[in-house]
């Protein structure tokens, strides 16, 4: 929602189902919005921490290509703070 109030809905914005995100404009996401709200400079290096997340990326269906995760919930901020990093194996 911060993106749409913002005006980078057409750079990132919320799937159908309030589930997913999707980056529609990867080379604007990093100039325009990673350099002020993430550390990584790199959209290689910004997916990878995804990875570490426990994100994932929509391999079928009408969101495909987006990014989910189960605790990324329209709506509903506040699970996005049980969030954690993956241990590894």
């Known amino acids: 929602e911060d993106a749409e109030a913002h005006g980078f809905a057409d750079i990132i914005s919320w799937q159908p189902g309030?589930?997913?995100?999707?980056?529609?404009?990867?080379?604007?996401?990093?100039e325009r919005i990673?350099?002020?709200?993430?550390?990584q400079t790199k959209l290689k290096s910004f997916?990878?921490?995804l990875n570490f997340y426990g994100w994932g990326l929509v391999q079928m269906g009408p969101n495909k290509?987006?990014?989910q995760h189960?605790?990324?919930v329209r709506?509903?901020?506040?699970?996005?703070?049980?969030?954690?990093?993956?241990?590894g194996p």
Do not use: D, T
């Open 70 to 72: 189960k605790l990324f």
């Open 75 to 87: 709506g509903s901020p506040e699970l996005c703070a049980k969030i954690v990093r993956q241990r």
């Open 65 to 67: 290509g987006g990014y």
């Open 47 to 49: 997916q990878r921490q």
């Open 18 to 30: 309030g589930r997913s995100f999707k980056l529609h404009q990867p080379e604007a996401f990093v």
């Open 34 to 39: 990673m350099k002020n709200y993430f550390a």
